[in-house]
């Protein structure tokens, strides 16, 4: 049985996970192509990794699942794991990716702060009066 490599990659809340497989250069996302997504900018941030790689991507069917997050977050944690899938399979691709973007293959690990107790935000106080 051939082992497959998956790749994760996280932003903010989001997880994605990815499958690099030989074929013939489709990409799914949960289960969908990108032009089934609407949205220009999610396909716009998605594909970057696919135009950089100048058709190398074409050598491999990449399947992507994500979890958890926003629209943009989502995003750019399908970008990274669409990276970081084709630079496992390709090496030469890492040194184009680091150029054009480190967080393309390095993990955004910020997070939102928590709330605090009897806040209604993470820094937000009442508000005072001093006459």
Known sequence: MKKNNVVIAKRK???ASA???EGEGKVTINNRGIAAYNDN??????SEPLELSDGLYKKYDISVTVNGGG????AQAIRSVIAKALVKKEKSLRKVFLEYDRAMLVDDKRQTEPQ???R???????????R
């Open 41 to 46: 900018l999610f396909r716009l941030i998605v």
């Open 19 to 21: 499958v690099a497989t």
């Open 13 to 15: 809340t989001t997880i």
């Open 116 to 118: 605090k107790p009897y």
């Open 120 to 130: 209604s935000a993470a820094r937000a106080r009442r508000q005072t009066s001093y």
């Open 71 to 74: 629209n943009t977050s989502r």
